[in-house]
């Protein structure tokens, strides 16, 4: 069974960053990156497909937000750059096995990380 291991979140004053890492124990995978605000669905954030030449991003986050990944690490990165309290959510990682498609859509995903807060401060 294949898990997805997230970094710890955490605190961080609004215009901060943080970056998050989710690591595969085995696999290469089109990774995505959703969250969760209380009382809300999950959203997409971004996605990256496998070979990382090609990433999508909500509009929200363009600009501020940049998904990487080092392969050879099994990882996926999240650099997450002047954050906004409106960024407060659980994030969330997975991985899909298919074709890079509907890659905003968590039901095409097969494995999802266990989910880390990321909280910002106004």
């Known amino acids: 069974q294949v898990q997805l291991v997230e970094s710890e979140g955490g605190l961080v004053q609004a215009g901060g960053s943080l970056r998050l890492s989710c690591a595969a124990s085995?696999?290469?995978?089109?990774f995505g990156w959703f969250r969760q605000a209380p009382g809300k669905e999950r959203e997409f954030v971004a996605a990256?497909?496998?070979?990382?030449?090609?990433?999508y991003y909500r509009n929200s986050v363009k600009g501020r937000f940049i998904i990487s990944r080092d392969n050879a690490k099994k990882t996926v990165f999240l650099q997450m750059n002047s954050l906004k309290p409106e960024d407060t959510a659980v994030y969330y990682c997975?991985?899909?096995?298919?074709?890079?498609?509907?890659?905003?859509?968590?039901?095409?995903?097969?494995?999802w990380g266990q989910g880390t807060q990321v909280t910002v401060s106004s």
């Open positions: 997975a991985a899909d096995r298919g074709i890079f498609m509907q890659w905003a859509t968590p039901g095409v995903y097969d494995y």
């Open positions: 085995e696999g290469t995978f089109n």
């Open positions: 990256i497909n496998r070979s990382g030449s090609t990433t």
